[in-house]
Nanobody, 118 residues
Framework: QVQLAESGGGLVQAGGSLRLSCAASVSISSINDMGWYHQAPGTHERELVAVISSGGGTKYADGDSVQGRFTISREEAKNTVYLQMNSLKPEDIGVYYC?????????WGKGTLVTVSS
């Protein structure tokens, strides 16, 4: 099993930045891919924001919703994946979950709340 612990959420003004962290309980080099997912208020769906593979390849949500504003990265020494969020907008509000695809199963963290004031 994999335990994932997110941190870094909070309240920020529009245009501001946050860096989310996701610490894994196992070596992230053994995890096929890890990603960040956004659940907007009042919804039950978790939409892909960005994913990074064990080889370092990245994929972002389609369209221009996060392109150029968010960057996913990984630090193997800390078994941690990050999401750098810049130029935050009110539509970025929600809970951000870290997900990991490990040995055929998908594991989730408990999420971290991001609030953007306009």
């Amino acid at each position: 099993q994999v335990q994932l612990a997110e941190s870094g959420g909070g309240l920020v003004q529009a245009g501001g930045s946050l860096r989310l962290s996701c610490a894994a309980s196992v070596s992230i080099s053994s995890i096929n891919d890890m990603g960040w997912y956004h659940q907007a208020p009042g919804t039950h769906e978790r939409e892909l924001v960005a994913v990074i593979s064990s080889g370092g390849g990245t994929k972002y949500a389609d369209g221009d919703s996060v392109q150029g504003r968010f960057t996913i990265s990984r630090e193997e020494a800390k078994n941690t994946v990050y999401l750098q969020m810049n130029s935050l907008k009110p539509e970025d509000i929600g809970v951000y979950y870290c997900g990991a695809n490990y040995l055929g199963y998908t594991y989730w963290g408990k999420g971290t709340l991001v609030t953007v004031s306009s």
